[in-house]
């Protein structure tokens, strides 16, 4: 369904960005005991009953996987005449969450909207007794940027009536029922249809949170009114340090003052913390103010805040001088708002309640991790925090800035939430998301939104990530749907690397964006941790295929698997005990990041009785250094981005004595390879290190290492890694139906811990030498010694 203007688009051009409101009178007799009703838009709807929200939807997918949402609204139904009002918006242009279809006739090329409601034996659905309003109070200004994919909500509140919840006043007319118009498509009206296919049930449960209010505020003083920007983060920025030379105090949450003329002032707002979702606030201010607002990660008196990186999400809204009440449509991370407050004639101006509606997924069950440490304990409920911010309607890289579903960084996301909720749906959903390969086989580096519609190039890398998420369904759910279909996706992942292979056996010059992680790593030439990446993911997938009984596909991988072997040794430094990174015209390179090392373990690659020189050479701060080739300094640095495009390098650490750490993101990794060779305490000492982020009251990780984003969900390791490593819980088999407990024995006085499995939860606490375990499935605890012993569910 449609607007009658929208209906004459056709063939693959997009319509420009639109918001529309439809609207449809039900009439009930009697109170039904249940309401349920579905639906879905094409692009993102908010629906109203009676003038009340009851949801928003429907979540990121592929437009020909188009989802839909299920509510019970009949709580919210009365006798007699009931409202029902849908907001629908088209964005037109693929942006960070969201990508147009093909166009085919009536659909796919403007916005659409699918309603239906069960009552009994009766059903209300959208059909053409429904009228539309086009909404043009709401508009977006041009997307600028690799950084603004966000939309930018600009609501001149002047074009739409108070009361336009309700549904009771406006300029309807009659909606347009879409019917289809390509071959064979005989006229239909109702799903499926092309280019959405089968509509499909939503995968993931509700988004939700608390109500987040500032804890504090400043305000400027009163200026004459400037020309205004068109943007209203251009606007912001262009006069904020300008309205802000003197600041004062202000209540949080509320900023008053009476204008003697036109006039502009500048107020700040922090929230004390990361959040993300809804900004919500109610004014009163003569007709024409306009609210101008840029959401802020970093004080803007930092590099972070300024810099050509720095997040361009805001909003502005134009008062109409009775009613004002914004409830924002899109989502935004932020920790301070910069708001700009321009008053067009004498009068009073009054803002108040400013909150932000968090509308995260939330984890959910009674998982936890105590120590006598609270060092561990706050590392802990960070990663949680980090995470939760950075899972919306699937796992975005971070709320404050682009908002992407990036491939490879929900891989740490996802080992958070198998290890702290009993909410296995989004790890599910990451898979199946992501599940959306090119022709060539390999996957986009951002699924669903600008990166994927371009279809332009990708980094190989994230897709071996993704493996290793399909790794971690098969250890901790061993759903076999979610196996089944995405292992033929898998298999084409790791062929696509195969024309790359030497005759040796080892990858070498992997075009695209090759990104493994953010530190200073060497990739090219022939590269010992391509190479050995993909081993571990060849393992991964072998044990997957022999879950599912296909030893077939078991045996390739182990056969490729098997003939790297002999060729990755030419990467082993014997002098040094370690493998290096690459090795460029036949020549060994010097570098032998920590990266290379803990990858030459996990990938099994690397012989058992070299494991302890590897860790030594990994493990020892003497050796640290740490570098990217991109960021520092509290920000990215463009000119090292320029110099590392053009393949200019500085390497100003040396190399044959000197080893550059993980970033955060791929610092699992190196945990991995730690436990694997029994040092726990090294996986401890390790994740302290991540406490250099909750300085001056953050509560959540940051990207990289003295830069990036202050809320980046790859950088959550130390979370997992308090339960695998420390607490020492894992599943011993396929779908947790057995669990393997190994605790970090004497490395803390005292730990309790949760996690869940899918038959309950495990806890276990360790105090000396000693652990308690209560399980719902059989497990084998190691003792402080090694010795195993297995038990029956229940404790021991």
């Not at 709401?138 to 966000?150: D, I, Q």
């Not at 698997?561 to 010097?590: L, M, N, S």
Request: proline share 7%.
């Amino acid at each position: 369904m449609a607007s009658t203007k929208d209906r004459m688009a056709t063939g693959a051009r997009n319509a420009p960005f639109s918001r529309h409101l439809y609207r449809s009178t039900l009439t009930i007799d009697s109170l039904p005991e249940t309401a349920p009703l579905r639906l879905t838009a094409d692009s993102r709807y908010v629906l109203y009953v009676n003038g009340e929200e009851v949801g928003r939807g429907p979540v990121r997918s592929q437009p020909r996987k188009l989802h839909y949402d299920t509510y019970d609204v009949a709580s919210l139904l009365r006798e007699g005449s009931n409202q029902v009002v849908v907001l629908v918006t088209y964005f037109g242009s693929a942006n960070s969450f969201w990508q147009p279809a093909v166009g085919t006739g009536n659909f796919g090329s403007v916005g659409v909207l699918a309603l239906e409601m069960q009552l009994g034996h009766r059903w209300f659905v959208s059909g053409d007794d429904w009228e539309v309003e086009p909404a043009t109070a709401w508009s977006e200004p041009p997307r600028k940027g690799f950084a603004g994919g966000v939309p930018v909500e600009v609501f001149d509140a002047r074009l739409l009536e108070p009361e336009w919840k309700e549904g009771t006043a406006g300029n309807w007319s009659a909606a347009h029922v879409q019917p289809v118009v390509h071959l064979s498509g005989l006229g239909a009206t109702r799903p499926p249809t092309d280019p959405f296919g089968a509509l499909l049930p939503r995968p993931i449960g509700a988004c939700g949170g608390e109500e987040v209010a500032p804890v504090a505020a400043s305000i400027g003083n009163s200026m004459p009114p400037a020309a205004m920007a068109e943007d209203p983060i251009d606007n912001v920025r262009t006069h904020w340090h300008g309205l802000t030379s003197t600041m004062g105090p202000a209540q949080p949450g509320e900023v008053s003052f009476v204008a003697t003329g036109p006039a502009t002032r500048a107020a700040s707002f922090d929230f004390g913390r990361i959040v993300a979702g809804h900004t919500a606030f109610t004014l009163d201010a003569p007709s024409g103010t306009t609210i101008d607002i840029l959401y802020r990660e970093a004080a803007d008196t930092t590099p972070e805040a300024a810099g050509h990186h720095a997040p361009r999400t805001g909003a502005r809204y134009i008062a109409r001088g009775i009613g004002d009440t914004f409830v924002a449509q899109e989502i935004n991370g932020l920790r301070w708002i910069s708001m700009i407050i321009t008053v067009p004639a004498a009068g009073t101006v009054r803002l108040s309640e400013l909150r932000v509606r968090e509308y995260l997924s939330q984890p959910t069950g009674n998982s936890y991790f105590r120590s006598s440490d609270p060092e561990l304990d706050k590392l802990y409920l960070a990663g949680v925090r980090t995470v939760a911010l950075n899972s919306l309607d699937a796992y975005v890289d971070c709320p404050t800035r682009e908002q992407r579903s990036w491939v490879g960084d929900a891989v740490v996301h996802q080992m958070v939430n198998l290890t702290t909720s009993d909410d296995w749906r989004l790890p599910h959903w990451y898979i199946e998301l992501a599940n959306s390969p090119r022709p060539d086989g390999i996957l986009p580096m951002s699924v669903v939104g600008d990166l994927e519609h371009g279809q332009g190039f990708t980094i190989p890398e994230w897709s071996l990530y993704w493996i290793h998420g399909l790794h971690n369904i098969y250890r901790y759910s061993a759903d076999r749907a979610t196996l089944t279909a995405a292992t033929p996706t898998a298999r084409r992942i790791l062929e696509w690397f195969v024309p790359y292979l030497t005759d040796a056996g080892v990858l070498a010059n992997l075009p695209e964006w090759t990104l493994t992680d953010w530190s200073s790593i060497f990739l090219n030439g022939k590269s010992s941790i391509h190479t050995a990446f993909w081993a571990a993911e060849l393992r991964e997938y072998a044990e997957i295929a022999e879950f599912l009984g296909n030893a077939g596909e078991a045996s390739w991988a182990h056969a490729m698997h098997a003939k790297i072997r002999a060729g990755y040794e030419a990467f082993w430094d014997e002098k040094r005990g370690t493998y290096i990174d690459h090795i460029v015209d036949e020549e060994p390179q010097p570098a032998a990041s920590q990266i290379a090392g803990a990858l030459a373990i996990i990938s099994g690659l690397a012989p058992s009785h070299r494991t302890a020189r590897i860790i030594d050479w990994i493990s020892d701060p003497a050796r640290h250094v740490t570098r990217s080739w991109i960021g520092g300094n509290g920000t990215y640095d463009e000119e090292k981005i320029a110099r590392q495009i053009k393949g200019d390098r500085q390497v100003d650490w040396n190399p044959e004595t000197q080893s550059v750490v993980a970033q955060p993101f791929a610092s699992f990794l190196v945990h991995d390879a730690y436990a694997e060779a029994g040092r726990p305490d090294l996986v401890l000492g390790s994740i302290r290190r991540w406490s250099t982020f909750l300085q001056d009251g953050w509560d959540t990780f940051g990207e990289c290492w003295g830069w990036g984003t202050p809320a980046h969900g790859w950088s959550s390791t130390p979370t997992r890694d308090l339960i695998q490593h420390i607490a020492g819980v894992n599943p011993a088999e396929p779908g947790f139906t057995r669990a393997k407990i190994s605790p970090a024995y004497g490395a803390i006085d005292r730990l309790e811990a949760s996690t869940p499995t899918p038959y309950g939860n495990i806890e276990i606490s360790v105090a000396d030498n000693h652990a308690i375990v209560t399980s719902p499935v059989p497990f084998t605890l190691f003792d402080v010694d090694g010795r195993a012993t297995n038990y029956p569910p229940g404790q021991a």
